[in-house]
T-cell receptor
Framework: AQSVTQPDIHITVSEGASLELRCNYS??????LFWYVQSPGQGLQLLLK??????LVQGIKGFEAEFKRSQSSFNLRKPSVHWSDAAEYFC????????????FGTGTRLLVSP | DTEVTQTPKHLVMGMTNKKSLKCEQH?????MYWYKQKAKKPPELMFV???????INESVPSRFSPECPNSSLLNLHLHALQPEDSALYLC?????????????FGSGTRLTVV
């Protein structure tokens, strides 16, 4: 079945440390991939997206993600985490099933320690 | 205008009430979506409208009734809801047919059914 998986439910990172959030997808073709961030009780903000081309994608707030076809992964990275980055992060994929549906992974909650 | 606006931000309703959620965008997007998000869960797709026509209904109970009066507006009519329908309801829009060049989400309506 087509799906997107985020294996880490929670991650705690010290402020200033680097961050990597994992995302794996199961899909027949190269999907359209997204990372969204959601602060508590808020809507979703798009961090970055990958459709084709350069496999290293730059996003907002200093985030980047790398698409690796061989590993079916689209991991999110940030070199130095700020306390304000604490939030829920969702990887998402658009499924081309006659009409494009955006389907989310289960999310990873990022906690930032002082 | 690059926003999706949802009203109201919070709504408390009884199980016998009728209420409506509203969503508005002025980005010229021709696809609009309703998502439901329970606490600590990812958003789940409910409905998709494309060019003001209902394209996808993800087997949503009939107590939820969507409406798309024009290309900028999307409503969700609520009637005889159950307490388990309490959730964050998110509206989104995208340029239909382009793989979703960044679905834009509203900040949501926090619905509590009592």
């Amino acid at each position: 079945a087509q799906s997107v998986t985020q294996p880490d439910i929670h991650i705690t990172v010290s402020e200033g440390a680097s961050l990597e959030l994992r995302c794996n997808y199961s899909y027949g073709a190269t999907p359209y991939l997204f990372w969204y961030v959601q602060s508590p009780g808020q809507g979703l903000q798009l961090l970055l997206k990958y459709f084709s081309g350069d496999t290293l994608v730059q996003g907002i707030k200093g985030f980047e993600a790398e698409f690796k076809r061989s590993q079916s992964s689209f991991n999110l990275r940030k070199p130095s985490v700020h306390w304000s980055d604490a939030a829920e992060y969702f990887c998402a994929v658009v499924l081309n099933t006659g009409f494009q549906k955006l389907v989310f992974g289960t999310g990873t909650r990022l906690l930032v320690s002082p | 205008d690059t926003e999706v606006t949802q009203t109201p931000k919070h709504l408390v309703m009884g199980m016998t009430n009728k209420k409506s959620l509203k969503c508005e965008q002025h980005m010229g997007h021709r696809a609009m979506y309703w998502y439901k998000q329970k606490a600590k869960k990812p958003p789940e797709l409910m409905f998709v409208y494309s060019y003001e026509k209902l394209s996808i209904n993800e087997s949503v109970p009939s107590r939820f009734s969507p409406e798309c009066p024009n290309s900028s507006l999307l409503n969700l009519h609520l009637h005889a809801l159950q307490p388990e329908d309490s959730a964050l309801y998110l509206c989104a829009s995208s340029q239909e047919g382009t793989g979703g060049w960044g679905y834009t989400f509203g900040s949501g309506t926090r619905l509590t059914v009592v």
